[in-house]
């Protein structure tokens, strides 16, 4: 239980507040503000996974997002861990822990310090970039069964949790004024400033406080005051500001269109009992006038033989750890630098107790001042000097060094150290700028690609954009928050921050480090993660990869969690070395969302269950749901399926309900049909251009059947249409189809038909429908009905009145009938549905009916041979196809569709027609698809004359029948086909496609 | 040029991988080819791969403004199936198919196709109509494809939610056992290689600024950002930008540019057997060689080349693939990108030749051109070494959409009722 | 998520409040039946297409349910005008000139 590594004092972790917490089953502790990394880190744990490629031992190499080896397995509990709910590729880094909170290394088997996977690294000299594309390939029935499972299992990180996940997420929408992105002190200065002018501020922060930088800037002054203190300052002026909304623990992860920016918000996963009602993670969809980027600079590793051994480290990481967290990265450490910030860091590190064995700088010249305070704190300084290596597997144990000359490397010697930090200079974080599309410019002298113009409404500040040093920080970031709420027309001062210390960092170094190792032997690793080495970009660009895309994809470098992070600059560094082509000429690969990984859920936020689509039910839906009735999903809808009764199958159901409906009366929810009120002087005119039929001359109290074509000719939708008077029709759609033919019709009305004068309303939402279908259909609803005369000759079949039910009620009452019997639909306020539908209900059972659900309608309609659109027809169907002519108006000019009709292949021999089918033994049900031929046992690759659209058992034709779209198909009638299954050929006739009552004397009762 | 295999790879271990060479040249233009093919993506190498190899046509070049592969090839969710439902579709995807099963071996170039079957879910009544059709049109034409019930579905993707608890419950899946995915970068380098094996130049970082005709109306050759470089006969495979190279010859083409997005999460250990697609919710999942889950989401509405989409059409498909497959909503989205995918009327391609005389044309593949790759080159090449479509493709006209013989995919999957 | 402005409303919308619908400026013919198989097919199928300046049709449907027209730029996919139904299309090639100056 011992914190060796910590500090005596310092730091703003809470040392009154110890934390206790598992790392592959053991215990260890720590405080409440530290990380799992520096958690780890005080027990002097660096060890903590196993890279992806190599299983190389890997230890913590930094302290912030763009962590690339210490990714765990973390759950809230050991139990939580046991039952497969852990959180697979956590950084370490971000993980603030808690008591009881429990990680586990990755990619390891049976443990961290024994692995089996480690063979890959012996094997390393065939494992280079690429290799998989050259082998494996025989004998050829070895790839999915041997190769690639093998391929597989090495691969991948953590593992994906076993159970559902129960924690919950949420999401919110928010504009801004301005969104800073990045607490350092650019960001600070950035929301100081808008605030102050009155701007609506977000700032958002990645890490748990807010600070960035001066959380661990030790002896820096703002203002005469410390950092920190200032710092708290600041924070309480923007938290007490009513405009300002502060965000830590929210990565702003992707920057769309039009600054529409999303933020990932961690929520509860750094409590030990987090309120069950708080939701896990929590998505921001911001729409920001402006945005300021304050994203900072990621230190670059530098490129030297074994420079991945546990205990390898960034130097500002140590720096932040002994500072931040009060913990010393080692008891002995060596510095490797290119870069005066590391000499700070070792600076910092020596007061805080740790031994400082050497400073190895590349350069041959590093500041006087560096090198004279080292030279007071007793530290062995070593000038244009390399780390050449590194002894040590799973810890750090001597560093090799050499001395760089004209003549080449020398070796200096070795030093015997527990920890190595290392910093080859600062790469702008430029990724957010590049994501809103913004170009980037290489700038030479940096070493470093920095934003270029905006594209968007944004600005960059700080050192994102490559200003050093705290004062010019604090500056950029106060001009940055001014311009930008300037911009959106609020009006300050920018402010002026009077700072010390955090001295900016001159020096840098890109690509690999010359040494004077066996270049064949020992490997410098480019990215961690991936266990891509400075070889295999060589070797890339050997085999003839020329662009940076190429050699990413060809070696993975960039590919890994932290997205070349800390990669990518030293990779095109080495590319264009081996190319022999400028830095800007090889490119740089394109920076994509999220910045960092985003939970899943945190996208999805509430979407699940009943919210994943909106439900639309019926006012009837409750009273279906009491009577047992199943569910089927058609678009948003429920529709009741069919009401099995005592332990009826739906088969058996289905044939009591037809046989009522065709004995007796049925009652059927017909709610969900699509409606639209189209209203006008020229409505009929409208109706004439949309659908195929002719209006002009419907009679008012009229209905027709519509018929309504794309203007490719096929069939789009239908439905009922009736006239309510001269300059109104109350028009049905299908269910699905509702939204798609209102677009249609607003589509030709607002942008083709100015000249005519009607107005479009969907009603759907207005009336409740209640079909009552049978010979017994008038007697199940007279009584209800209060002034509508009902008699056939008063009220025939295919017309609509207008007037009340149930004392008052208004309804639009159709006669009509998708079953082939007499019927009506009750269209009547949604609100009074239910009570309508009971009343109904209470005569139709009297008179000895049944409710019946949408496969009882299927079967018939099939029986009388009408078609449902999406199921005879499929896109690709005309009027004629499914012997509808008698549907087109034949004298119009034109409507939607007509044109189309007449092209060669629509017009064309041979085409598919509906027909029936029947099975020539009267028993075998068909299955809906299957396709129908003329040979019995077809060869393979013969074509189809057609397939079945619809099968049923028809209680009526007291057989199975069947609709199906067959080539020359009325032409065929009388003929015998088949239908092929896998267990042999079905012998069908084709028949006309009515199978009750060919002279629909039925509907006129 | 090197053949690839263990025993070259152990070969050239013993040197330190130092004596691998290139694996397709870097040349100069020539001032005139007997084809040039504009596009380097997968199909435009295939295309260039089969004309040297079927036709014997060496003489060619592939004309690429980027770099080789790195348009649509690179950026697809690689799902490979051939289970289409009408006659000509089955007969364009389930010719490549059988190219695939072989292809490693063919290009000697490990494309790791991986045969994990592509299982399509269907959610309402219309949906098992729809598929059962399916399976039993390809049965028809010998295409592999099966229907599982629920459970059967589970247990053949044991990650699979087939409760009642979801907004669409699983009703059942069509299943084609042979389908897969595979590595898409490889097939654009193996094909390069292939390609250049035979002589064919390769040039990247060429763009295609304008199509020259001769008096007559036929193609003479195309101006290049390095260029003119003649040639008679010119096929245009350029994807998304399809539209902007045709109208260069002064042809308009029936295609759209949207962006489509895809993303993948973090890699974990193997955890997801098979391919899964979802219509209805709009889904596609499979997990790569690397663990990464390979999520497929949709189109943006509107025409762009920006290769960016909404935030909104990503979110949409992650809310399906936590809905199917609850244990995944801990996952994490690691990497987000978009593609230009150029969509036909009928969702079909458009491979054949065009109005002016030697242009030819190979396009219009929309969402789900790489399972068709090595089919389509197949054919495309054949069509312009004959001057005449391969019986394949001899459907997929520019002139469909005059006729009306439309090869409508989508519009056999709409719902309504 | 595109943030569109509605020239009917006046307002700012996020993009999901529309739909898009196509390429703008393809008068339906007032005879079809005067044209050949070749006319109309171009009429039904082929689009500009272009890398650059579109007017393209918006709907503000979850909003007025009006048609407008806007010009955006498929690449940036910056808006750069909308108007209403019925106005003329702007000069595509001179606001290019305008927007690369």
């Known amino acids: 239980m011992t914190q060796r590594n910590r500090t005596q004092e310092g730091g703003r972790i809470d040392r009154e507040a110890p934390v206790s917490f598992t790392f592959d089953g053991k215990r260890y502790q720590g405080f409440a503000g530290d990380t799992l990394a520096s958690a780890l880190l005080a027990n002097d744990v660096h060890l903590v996974g196993r890279s992806f490629k190599y299983h190389r031992p890997r230890g913590i190499v930094t302290a912030g997002s763009e962590e690339p080896n210490a990714l765990v397995g973390v759950a809230r509990s050991q139990a939580r861990h046991l039952s497969g709910e852990a959180t697979p590729n956590l950084r370490a880094t971000q993980v603030e822990i808690h008591d009881g909170l429990a990680a586990e290394s990755q990619n390891r088997w049976p443990s961290l310090s024994f692995d089996i996977g480690a063979v890959n690294d012996k094997l390393s000299p065939l494992f280079v970039a690429g290799f998989y594309y050259k082998t494996f390939m025989w004998p050829k029935s070895f790839w999915n069964k041997v190769y690639e499972p093998f391929i597989r299992s090495a691969a991948g990180l953590g593992r994906a949790p076993k159970k559902p996940d129960t924690d919950t997420y949420a999401n919110t929408y928010a504009h801004c004024d301005v969104l800073v992105a990045g607490s350092g002190p650019a960001g600070l200065a950035a929301a100081l400033a808008a605030a102050r002018s009155g701007a609506r501020v977000i700032l958002a922060d990645e890490q748990a406080e807010f600070g960035g930088s001066l959380l661990h800037e030790r002896g820096a002054e703002i203002d005469g005051k410390p950092a920190s203190d200032w710092l708290a300052g600041a924070l309480a002026e923007l938290g007490d500001n009513p405009r300002v909304t502060l965000l830590p623990r929210t990565t702003v992860f992707g920057y769309f269109n039009h600054n529409f920016l999303a933020l990932a918000e961690r929520v509860t996963d750094h409590l030990a009992k987090p309120d069950p009602e708080r939701p896990r993670e929590r998505m921001w969809q911001v729409r920001a006038k402006q945005v300021v980027i304050a994203s900072g600079a990621i230190e670059r590793p530098l490129v030297f033989p074994e420079n991945d051994r546990p205990g390898v480290m960034m130097a500002e990481a140590g720096r932040i750890y002994a500072n931040r967290y009060g913990v010393l990265p080692g008891k002995r450490i060596a510095v490797a630098t290119a870069c005066d910030s590391a000499w700070r860091a070792a600076f910092d590190i020596a007061e805080a107790g740790g031994a400082i064995a050497v400073i190895a700088d590349l350069r041959a010249d590093p500041p ?53 930090l290392m910093s080859g200079g600062w790469t702008p974080n430029v990724s957010l700028h590049s994501q809103a599309r913004g170009k980037l410019d290489w700038q030479a002298d940096k070493g470093a690609f920095l934003p270029g113009d905006p594209v968007q409404a944004q600005g960059s500040a700080g050192s994102c954009r490559g200003v050093d040093g705290l004062a010019e920080v604090l500056a950029d970031g106060a001009r940055a928050g001014v311009a930008a709420a300037t911009a959106v027309g609020h009006e300050g001062d920018t402010p002026e921050f009077a700072a010390t210390g955090g001295e900016a960092g001159d020096g840098w170094w890109l690509g690999a480090v010359p040494h004077d190792r066996d270049a064949a032997r020992v490997r410098a690793f480019v990215d961690f993660q991936n266990d891509v080495t400075a070889k295999d970009v060589k070797l890339a660009v050997r085999e003839g990869m020329q662009s940076i895309e190429h050699i990413k994809r060809y070696t993975t470098t960039g590919m890994a969690t932290d997205q070349g992070r800390l990669s990518n600059m030293n990779a095109l560094s080495i590319a264009s070395g081996a190319l022999g082509n400028e830095i800007p000429q090889v490119g740089l690969t394109t920076f994509r969302q999220p910045y960092t990984p985003v939970t899943f859920g945190t996208l999805a936020t509430t979407s699940r269950g009943d919210l994943f689509d909106p439900v639309r039910k019926t006012p009837i839906h409750d009273w279906a749901a009491k009577q047992g009735a199943a569910f089927e999903d058609v678009a948003l809808w429920k529709r009741a399926w069919y009401f099995p009764k005592g332990g009826e199958d739906m088969h058996d159901a289905v044939a009591r309900e037809c046989r009522t409906v065709r004995e007796s009366v049925g009652l059927f929810d017909a709610t969900t049909l699509g409606k639209i009120e189209i209203v006008g002087p020229d409505a009929a005119e409208f109706l004439n251009r949309i659908y195929t039929n002719p209006w002009t001359k419907l009679g008012v109290g009229k209905l027709r059947y519509g018929l309504m074509l794309n203007e490719a000719g096929f069939i789009m939708d239908d439905g009922v249409v009736g006239r309510l008077a001269e300059d109104r029709f109350h028009v049905t759609t299908t269910t699905g189809g509702a939204p798609r033919v209102l677009a249609h019709m607003e589509d030709y009305l607002q942008t083709e038909w100015s000249d005519l004068d009607v107005w479009l309303t969907s009603t759907t939402e207005q009336w409740a429908v209640i079909a009552v279908q049978g010979p017994k259909a008038r007697e199940a609803i007279a009584p209800l009905v209060d002034d509508i005369d009902l008699s056939g000759d008063a009220f025939p079949h295919m017309s609509v009145r207008e007037g009340h039910v149930m004392g008052g009620i208004p309804c639009r009452l159709f006669r009509m009938s998708f079953t082939g019997e007499a019927g009506y639909e009750i269209n009547v306020p949604p609100s009074r549905a239910r009570a309508i539908w009971e009343a109904v209900w209470a005569n139709v059972e009297k008179l000895g009916g049944c409710a019946y659900g949408t496969e009882t309608m299927h079967v018939l309609r099939a029986e009388k041979g009408y078609i449902i659109v999406g199921q005879e027809t499929d896109g690709t169907v005309t009027p004629d196809d499914v012997g509808m002519t008698w549907a087109i108006g034949k004298k119009k000019p034109d409507f939607v569709g007509k044109r189309s009709l007449a092209r060669p292949d629509l017009v064309a021999e041979g085409r598919k027609q509906m027909v029936g089918l029947l099975t020539k033994d009267g028993k075998t049900l068909l299955e809906e698809g299957a396709q129908v031929t003329v040979e019995r046992s077809p060869a393979r690759g013969t074509s189809a004359l057609g397939h079945v659209t619809s099968s049923y058992r028809s209680p009526a034709a007291g057989r199975p029948i069947a609709l199906a779209m067959i080539a020359g198909g009325r032409a065929r009638i009388g003929e015998t086909l088949h239908v092929p299954m896998p267990d042999g050929g079905i012998a069908v006739e084709v028949v006309r496609p009515v199978f009750v009552d060919p002279e629909g004397t039925r509907l006129n009762v | 040029m090197t053949r690839f295999s263990f025993w070259e790879l152990a070969r050239k271990a013993v040197n330190a991988h130092q004596d691998w060479g290139h694996q397709w040249r870097k040349p100069d233009p020539k001032p005139e080819y007997d084809v040039i093919i504009i596009g380097a993506g997968g199909h435009g190498l295939a295309t260039a791969y089969y004309l040297a190899k079927e036709h014997g046509v060496t003489n060619v070049a592939v004309l690429e403004k980027g770099w080789l592969g790195g348009g649509n090839t690179g950026r697809n969710t690689t799902i490979v199936r051939s289970n289409y439902l009408w006659e000509e579709s089955e007969g364009l995807y389930d010719q490549a198919m059988d190219l695939w099963q072989d292809l490693s071996q063919e290009l000697n170039y490990n494309i790791m196709y991986s045969a994990r079957g592509v299982m399509m879910l269907a959610h309402t009544v219309h949906d098992v109509q729809v598929f059962k059709r399916h399976v039993h049109a390809n049965r028809l034409a010998g295409v592999q494809n099966e229907w599982l019930t629920p459970e059967e579905a589970k247990a053949y993707c044991p990650p699979l939610n087939i409760g009642k608890n979801i907004r669409y419950p699983v009703m059942g899946a069509a299943l084609q056992r042979k389908a897969g995915v595979a590595r898409h970068d490889a097939v654009a380098w193996g094909y390069a290689r292939g390609a250049d094996q035979y002589g064919v130049d390769i040039i990247q970082n060429c763009a295609v600024t304008g199509i020259r005709r001769a008096a007559d109306g036929s193609v003479s050759g195309v101006e290049t950002s390095r260029g003119f470089i003649g040639a008679k006969k010119v096929g245009v495979v350029a994807a998304g930008h399809t539209s902007v190279v045709m109208d260069m010859a002064g042809v308009r083409m029936p295609l759209e540019s949207n962006p489509l997005q895809a993303l993948v999460s973090e890699p974990v250990k193997p955890c997801f057997p098979c391919v899964v697609m979802s219509n209805t919710v709009h889904a596609y999942l499979s997990q790569s060689d690397k663990g990464e889950l390979v999520i497929g989401a949709g189109t943006d509405q509107y025409v762009s080349y920006s290769q960016t989409g909404g935030l909104q059409i990503t979110t949409h498909t992650v809310d399906a693939i936590c809905e199917l497959f609850p244990m995944f909503r801990r996952m994490r989205m690691l990497r987000n990108w978009g593609g230009i995918v150029d969509v036909t009327p009928d969702r079909s391609p458009i491979i054949g030749k065009t109005p002016v005389p030697g242009l030819f044309v190979n396009c219009g593949w929309g969402t789900g051109g790489f399972k068709a790759t090595p089919g389509s080159g197949h054919v495309f090449a054949h069509t312009i070494a004959r001057d005449e479509p391969h019986r394949i493709n001899a459907p997929f006209t520019l002139d469909r959409f005059r006729t009306g013989r439309l090869i409508d995919e989508a519009a056999a999957a709409a719902v309504a009722h | 998520m595109l943030l569109i402005h509605c020239p009917w409303c006046g307002i700012e919308r996020p993009e999901i409040e529309f739909r898009c619908g196509g390429e703008a400026h393809i008068d339906r013919p007032g005879q079809p039946g005067d044209l050949d198989d070749r006319q109309w097919a171009d009429f ?43 106005e003329p299309c702007p000069d595509l090639e001179a606001l290019a000139r305008e927007g690369a100056q």
Do not use: Q
């Not at chain 1, 007071?376 to 390399?386: P, Y």
């Not at chain 1, 490397?409 to 015997?416: F, I, M, Q, T």
């Open chain 1, 368 to 420: 006087a001042d560096l090198v004279a305070r080292a030279a007071a704190l007793g530290v062995r300084v070593e000038r244009g000097c390399a780390v050449t290596g590194v002894i040590g597997k799973t810890r750090v144990k001597r560093v090799l060094l050499g001395r760089i000359s004209d003549a080449g490397v020398l070796s200096a010697g070795e030093v015997d150290v527990d920890c190595l």
């Open chain 3, 44 to 86: 039904l199928y082929m689009r500009s297409n272009p890398k650059g300046l579109l007017a393209e049709r918006w709907r503000h449907v979850h909003g007025c349910g009006r048609f407008f027209n806007a010009v955006r730029h498929t690449v940036s996919d910056s808006f750069v005008c909308v108007y209403k139904t019925g």
